[in-house]
């Protein structure tokens, strides 16, 4: 009979999932060998695959344009801290739309200086919302830049055919875990359109802040 203490549990796998991502790296060939020795699903293999494959790219790149060697990089404490949490995250993402957020989260975490609570903030801010949540936010952003500017009445008729399948409840609650993270609010117009006050849909300072981030915009 199999002694079930034996047995791998999930716990273990994280242990050697995280040995692996901390101890090879920055040389990927070895990172990848190690992970195929961790019996996940093809679909999870996959997706941390495709994952370091990125951070390779990624590294090699910062390396052409005469940043730090890899090394350098890896050898930052604060950033071994910001890969293992990403690459957990990425692992277990479902979301497709979270995928290049992550690769510009990392890339940014390499590249960009800012105290290491807002960086934590900010991943946690993407692992925490849905992916329809931060495309909400990105279209609330850009319209806030817009020439075209929509008020808010405008706004959520778009984005509840957009995001919601025409439910403004189910868009009102969307909305609501973006409130929670401080990230969208409300604020006068002082405008009447057909009788009607306007008010604006603005993103707040940190949504701001996380969306340069990942952009390289300027706010």
Not at 107 to 120: G, R
Not at 206 to 217: G, V
């Amino acid at each position: 009979m199999d002694n079930p203490e034996l047995k791998p549990t999930t716990k273990d796998y994280v242990i050697k999932l995280t040995k692996g991502a901390l101890g090879a790296v920055p040389f990927v060939g070895g990172l990848l060998g190690e992970l195929l020795d961790i019996a996940v699903v093809p679909q999870q293999q996959k997706k941390l695959n495709e994952w370091f494959d990125y951070v390779e790219k990624t590294l090699n790149e910062l390396v052409e344009i005469g940043g730090k060697t890899k090394e350098e990089i890896f050898n930052d404490e604060q950033f071994l801290s910001i890969f293992q949490k990403t690459s957990r995250i990425y692992s277990s993402n479902v979301e497709e739309h979270k995928k290049p957020i992550l690769k510009a989260y990392l890339k940014a975490s390499a590249t960009k200086q800012i105290p290491l609570d807002k960086k934590y903030i900010f991943l946690n801010i993407i692992d925490q919302l849905t992916e329809t949540q931060l495309l909400i936010l990105r279209d609330v952003y850009d319209n806030e830049k817009s020439a075209d500017y929509l008020y808010k009445n405008q706004l959520e008729q778009i984005l509840v055919g957009k995001y919601a399948n025409g439910d403004k409840q189910y868009l009102d609650l969307l909305i609501k875990g973006l409130q929670d993270f401080h990230l969208l609010g409300y604020g006068s117009a002082d405008v009447v359109i057909d009788g009607v006050n306007q008010w604006h849909m603005q993103s707040s300072k940190i949504a701001k802040d996380l969306l340069s981030y990942l952009l390289d915009d300027e706010n």
